[in-house]
């Protein structure tokens, strides 16, 4: 829908139709856990917007319970199984992440494969199949398909997950990612507070930062009963910024006691990291097994590289 959305806005004078396989469109995925687990009470409450906000307002044609069976590209086609061939000009195909691969000549070609994001801090084609990403390139994709300009930067693996009472955040490259990368990485580990120690609420958050021994900012993980979820996002941002950890440390970050110590966790981190930075020897081409605090023993989570789509990431 974001494609669809993105096309109408480029190109309002174009036909727009959505074929939908299921009986829904733009309902929130990512909210079941909380509808399973009682949180969000209506699975009616997970639907972004209702079809008529697209049939009506946006004037696009969405065609629920349409199944494409076939593409036909050469004839300019797609089946819609129980119905005709519909024709069509430009053709976008968002077909979630588990796509059949059929027995087509050249689908293994370098140019030919579903969305691979290019990862700002590995500078190579990742599949990080997450929402914010999948909605971005959708109006990439819309706003090309119709005539329009539009490019998609990049991610850097940001992910935050509530685990019970925990809330589990990541961005760049875990300790494991990075080695397994050929960085030479090592890790500096912090346990802060998410709020000042005297104001009630607060409870402990662990930070880890990832860095090479000189001091770049490859990646972070957070975990804690709050506060993560802010602060993975200020790590992203250094990511984006392609941030050292001396960078980092000279943030000025929000202080008040009921959200942070005066020293931010992250900065606390930061400043840690830049410290083990100027003391390490400079040692950047090789591999490094010491963390600061720690030695991670943390297994390799799927940053998967692949191949990017032709001329950009969508
Ligand atoms: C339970 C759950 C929780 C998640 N939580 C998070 C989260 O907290 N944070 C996060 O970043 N990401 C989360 N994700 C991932 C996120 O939902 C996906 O990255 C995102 O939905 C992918 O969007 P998409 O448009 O590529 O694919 P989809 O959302 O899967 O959309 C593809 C659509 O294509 C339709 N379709 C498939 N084949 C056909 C066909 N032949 N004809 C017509 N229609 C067809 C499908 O019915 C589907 O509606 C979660 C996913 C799940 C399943």
Redesign the pocket.
């Known amino acids: 829908m974001s494609a669809a959305s993105a096309a109408r806005r480029v190109a309002p004078e174009l036909d727009v139709a959505v074929?939908?396989?299921?009986g829904f469109a733009a309902y929130g995925?990512?909210g079941?856990?909380y509808l399973l687990g009682g949180i969000v009470p209506r699975a009616e409450d997970l639907l972004a917007y209702p079809p008529s906000e697209f049939r009506d307002h946006r004037g696009i044609d969405l065609r629920l319970g349409?199944?494409?069976s076939a593409i036909d590209a050469s004839a300019h086609q797609v089946h819609v199984a129980g119905s005709g061939p519909v024709g069509y000009d430009t053709l976008v195909v968002?077909?979630?992440?588990s796509p059949v691969r059929p027995p087509v000549p050249g689908l293994d070609r370098p140019g030919v494969d579903c969305v691979a994001l290019r990862h700002l801090v590995l500078d190579a084609p990742a599949w990080v199949?997450?929402?914010?990403a999948?909605n971005k390139t959708?109006r990439v994709a819309g706003t090309v398909a119709s005539g329009g300009t539009a490019a998609f930067p990049g991610i850097v693996g940001t992910?935050v997950v509530k685990v019970f009472d925990l809330e589990v955040a990541r961005t760049g490259l875990t300790l494991a990612e990075a080695r397994a990368a050929g960085l030479a990485a090592t890790a500096t580990d912090v346990v802060s507070r998410s709020r000042a120690k005297y104001y009630p609420g607060g409870s402990p958050l662990h930070v880890r930062l990832v860095h090479t021994p000189d001091g770049r900012l490859l990646g972070g993980q957070l975990a804690g009963r709050e506060g993560a979820a802010k602060r993975v996002d200020v790590l992203a941002t250094a990511l984006s910024a392609r941030f050292t950890v001396s960078d980092l440390a000279g943030l000025d970050l929000s202080y008040a006691p009921p959200f942070a110590p005066v020293y931010d966790p992250v900065l606390a981190a930061a400043i840690k990291a830049d410290h083990a930075a100027h003391a390490a020897p400079a040692t950047p081409a090789t591999l490094t097994a010491s963390a600061t605090l720690t030695t991670s023993t943390t297994p390799a989570t799927p940053v998967t590289t692949g191949r990017a789509a032709p001329g950009g990431s969508a």
């Open positions: 074929f939908e396989a299921d995925m990512c079941i856990p349409c199944r494409v968002a077909a979630g992440a199949p997450l929402g914010p999948a959708g992910a």
